[in-house]
Each structure stands twice: as C-alpha cells, then as structure tokens.
C-alpha cells in the first residue's frame, strides 16, 4: 500500500517563507514521479510543482514560478515544497500525489496521479 504523508503547514503573514514534507512510503521510491496539488475552498484542485525522483527534472505551474522550489532527499524518501514570498492567494490545502511510473505527470493534472496524502493547511494573512 503506498502511502504519502505530508507535514509543514501553518499560518504566515504575506512575504513569508513555509516548508512542505511530503514522505512516501510502499513503493519503490525513485522512478516515480511525485508533485504538490493545492485547493482552496469551492475552487478546482490545481497542481504546483512536481518532480521526478530517478532525475532533475521539475515542473512549476507560472503561478509559483520563482516563488516556490520542489527537491527531494533520496535517503528520506521525501520531497520538498519550498515556500517564499507567500501572498494570500497562496492560501489553500496543499496535498501531494504520487504518479507511479511517471505515465503523464508534466502537466500536473490531479486525474494522472494514482496515490494522495491528505493533505495540509497553508494559511497566508495580509
């Protein structure tokens, strides 16, 4: 059974700085590709970034661009979400996905990844 758990959330005041761990477990870790989602409330889930854990390379939606950086720590099993400069359209729950082979992940759509956390609150204040 694959499981994913994320921890790091919490309240920030706009321009801050937050750190998302999302740690994978049951599943061969790397070759698979993993990526962070966020929903607001009455809003669509949206992904963020992703990655995949066999290489470099990365996707970032233009929103986060510049703002939020995705890494990963192999020996840990667990993926990173960077968090600066939060604004609070930021705001949102923020989960991880697991895509196990790495079918058609680039794009971030919530429809491709197999496996979810459940997630966790990032609140940003003005």
């Known amino acids: 059974q694959v499981h994913l758990v994320e921890s790091g959330g919490g309240s920030v005041q706009a321009g801050g700085s937050l750190r998302l761990s999302c740690t994978i477990s049951g599943v061969t870790y790397s070759g698979n590709c993993i990526a962070w989602f966020r929903q607001a409330p009455e809003k669509q889930r949206d992904g963020v970034a992703g990655l995949y854990t066999g290489g470099q390379t990365t996707s970032y939606t233009d929103a986060v661009k510049g703002r939020f950086t995705i890494s990963q720590d192999n020996g840990k099993n667990t993926v990173y979400l960077q968090m600066n400069s939060l604004q609070p359209e930021d705001t949102a729950m923020y989960f991880c996905?697991?895509?196990?082979?790495?079918?058609?992940?680039?794009?971030?759509?919530?429809?491709?990844?197999?496996?979810w956390g459940q997630g966790t609150q990032v609140t940003v204040s003005s």
């Open positions: 996905a697991a895509d196990v082979g790495c079918k058609n992940w680039l794009l971030l759509r919530p429809e491709e990844f197999d496996y």
